[in-house]
């Protein structure tokens, strides 16, 4: 079946508010065996709402429209559609009283213009509105369906949940399915290139999501006869992507690197310190966002002077001196002091040159090192970014992050 | 000029990806006097793309299009353009060589298949990638212009600045005008409440646009005859605002909190230390993502665990036992340690129960103590939160850095 989804208003086109409601539609289709086909943003204006509904209702067997049902005069969807459908409104007292009761439940008058809303088109059944005035409406003609539901996101999920998706179960592919998978340390072409043939995963489809902060993303999917195909055609996807690439994955349920890293060290009783120069906390705060982080992380320490380095790690002057507060040296001496001072089992140091100013040509900006110090073991890593200062930043935060989650497979069985 | 965007990807329409890109774009055309009229998201298939492509490029002047320029085989906009405008793909050397000196410089091998991003359509001029490997796609024809970016949103960002929005200079509407005026320490309906009617403020629209980190944005905007009449009726807007709500207002240039204290503290000659539980370095970081804040920024201490308080602030573990690490006393003897021990002569600290666990009724989820520390004085601040673990840790950073902007308003002529 093929699912449109409309959203009306200008604070979209505006950028004044991000749709947020587009995305929470497309992916409770998607968690209920449906895809959205196509979705478009239109202003609030009775032109270009006609042309993309006139050009929805002849390619969509489902159109779900959001947005433009209220009491003011920006809110025109619900006459714009009513032309749309050749119908006609009709004021309906059985819609009007419920709106009529909110207002008494709270001791409000009702405000002049409320009214409008009970107006309703003839043909189409009302959406009952569990958390606002509003009543959504839902067209069905010509073997379709349209759902015209309010931009409220509270209001619009009411519907979704209550109403919209139980209507739209008979449509469901039960034979859809996805997973996500979570790599770091390579980028996308490298992945790709040590996969293969896509085809090889046939009838598996792969998709590559990079990002900045969280490394690269691949989703999996498949469309099959059972759920249980599904299963069986993702499972073997799966091993096959374990065999190729499977020491750059850290997460095959879409969980994030610093939960992964935090429920291993927690399995091993193991406590974390990070010394952080130009990501500046970033590293801690990603560890410290994650709940229960605090059966691992004993300490951060942002090191952003150099007297600070000295002072809270016992980084030697004399290094710092002849090397330089961004050299190999100095994130060895920031991880193995970091260790040693706060008594943790594995620390991880950063210093490096983010930008936009301060870089040489000898240590040029996007120059960070890497520094990671536990029991038996000092390594330090020197990495070249090629950002701005911002992605530089988080760059390196996501390459500590990955060095340490390496280390923790490396010891597996230690 | 009617301007559409079309966004591709797949994981859009499945709700696996939130679009901020179309939302940022949107926002970044309405800053720079340009309306967009139309956006769509469409699936990485051809044909849906096509569709779309012959409908914008058929009623708008100007089509932006984002994602699908990578080097994997779900990468399909580049060849799906070309033969859209039937065009040819040509390998160019010179497309090449960026893309080969980026991996050269990380000293990685170029991956097989990197070449398909050097393939590039004849007609078309190329966009400088400034922060990734694949360059955008710009055709100018039929007194039409297409650009198309990737969906990796720093790739985006940084065609749209250098290269999309100077190329839409010339439709720009020039007498359109809008600020961004930053406040901070009162939330939207207080702010609303103490402006009035904003229809006091005509010609000038006023419009909020709240949001967790950095309080509360206002914008106003004006459409007038000239630049200058312009720039006369916002000045008068400005004053009006100033006065009635001067107070909270940190920025009438959209600057950060965090840049504005960084230049104020610069002038002074102030150095700065933070000490951080909760939080866990969202406020190093925010200040060190700054350029320059090394002037100012001394050290940081994330001090997570009991222990760590202890060590590295000299907290005294009585006053933990008997008040507890969440407590007004704590917060207070973290800032004077953080400002002591760093020779800092300024020192923020923040303990607080983040949640979704940890909360007592004494002391619920959301509770959040906030020192600060100078030579003169020091000061302690409750604050109780009612949001998720990732709202209350930033609203929290977002109060300290208000309550410092605050002391060093106080400190003006100190």
């Not at 006139?54 to 009491?71: C, D, I, S």
Request: negative net charge; hydrophobic residues 40%; proline residues 5%.
């Amino acid at each position: 079946v093929n699912i449109e989804l409309i959203a009306v208003g200008d604070e979209l086109l505006l950028g004044t508010t991000l749709d947020r409601n587009s995305n929470w539609i497309a992916s409770r289709l998607t968690e209920n065996g449906l895809r959205l086909r196509w979705h478009e943003t239109v202003g609030d204006n009775e032109s270009d709402i006609r042309h993309q509904l006139r050009r929805a209702w002849n390619r969509a067997e489902v159109v779900l429209l959001t947005g433009g049902l209220g009491p003011t005069h920006d809110d025109i969807t619900r006459p714009v559609l009513t032309r749309f459908f050749e119908d006609d409104l009709l004021f309906r007292d059985d819609l009007m009283e419920p709106i009529r009761e909110r207002f008494r439940a709270r001791g409000l008058d009702i405000p002049p213009g409320t009214e409008v809303m009970a107006e309703f088109p003839v043909r189409a059944h009302p959406i009952p509105n569990l958390h606002g005035s509003a009543p959504g409406i839902h067209y069905h003609e010509d073997q379709k369906q349209l759902f015209a539901m309010p931009g409220v996101p509270v209001e619009m999920r009411g519907m979704m949940e209550s109403y919209v998706l139980p209507s739209l179960m008979e449509y469901r592919q039960d034979h859809y399915g996805f997973r996500t998978i979570k790599t770091t340390g390579r980028g996308e072409s490298h992945l790709a290139a040590l996969i293969g043939d896509p085809l090889l995963l046939k009838p598996v489809e792969l998709a590559f999501l990079p990002s900045i902060d969280y490394g690269v993303t691949l989703r999996i999917s498949a469309t099959a006869d059972s759920k249980q195909q599904v299963n069986a055609v993702l499972d073997q996807a799966e091993e096959f992507l374990k065999q190729r690439i499977g020491g750059f994955i850290y997460s095959f349920s879409g969980k994030l690197l610093e939960t992964v890293i935090l429920d291993v060290m927690r399995q091993r009783g193991l406590k974390l310190a990070v010394a952080e120069s130009c990501t500046g906390g970033i590293i801690s705060s990603r560890i410290i966002s994650i709940p229960g982080s605090s059966d691992v992380f004993e300490r951060g320490f942002i090191t952003y002077s150099d007297g600070s380095k000295t002072d809270l790690l016992g980084v030697d002057p004399a290094i710092i001196a002849t090397q330089g507060a961004v050299s190999g040296d100095v994130a060895q001496a920031m991880a193995d002091g970091a260790r040693q001072r706060s008594g943790a089992d594995i620390a991880m140091a950063v210093t490096g040159i983010a930008g936009p100013s301060g870089g040489t040509s000898e240590k040029p900006v996007g120059l960070v090192y890497i520094g990671l110090s536990d029991r038996e073991h000092s390594e330090t890593h020197r990495f070249q970014f090629t950002g701005d200062r911002d992605t530089n930043r988080r760059r390196a935060a996501q390459a500590a992050l990955n060095l340490l989650w390496m280390r923790l497979q490396e010891t597996r069985n230690g």
